[in-house]
């Protein structure tokens, strides 16, 4: 990856826990979550894109956020943000990994 690619990534992160925190104390979908995103930053295979995303975020030492995976439809999974997540989103602990301009 280059420098570029890794913002990018990094950037998307920060979006996906900003959005979370939006909707703090609601399950909601992958499906509605990648419709709040700005996404015009993240080319065309954004699903694919969020799978990374989610999957760092998500990931062990991380759990910023948790997934109840749909089988059937990944987009259909529903996600919110950890109480972790939440002190992310807040600014109480930072990430490298991490890019949040709000």
């Not at 997934?67 to 990430?95: Q, R």
């Amino acid at each position: 990856m280059n420098l570029m690619e890794v913002n990018k990534a990094k950037e998307l992160r920060g979006q996906i826990i900003s959005r979370l925190y939006e909707y703090y104390g609601e399950d909601i979908s992958l499906n509605v979550l990648k419709s709040v995103l700005r996404m015009s930053l993240f080319g065309t295979d954004i699903t694919k894109e969020i799978k990374k995303a989610i999957y760092y975020l998500g990931g062990a030492g991380k759990e910023y956020v948790k997934l109840v995976l749909n089988e059937d439809d990944y987009m259909n999974s529903l996600i919110w943000l950890t109480p972790k997540g939440v002190n992310l989103a807040e600014g109480d602990i930072e990430d490298i990994g991490v890019m949040r301009y709000e």
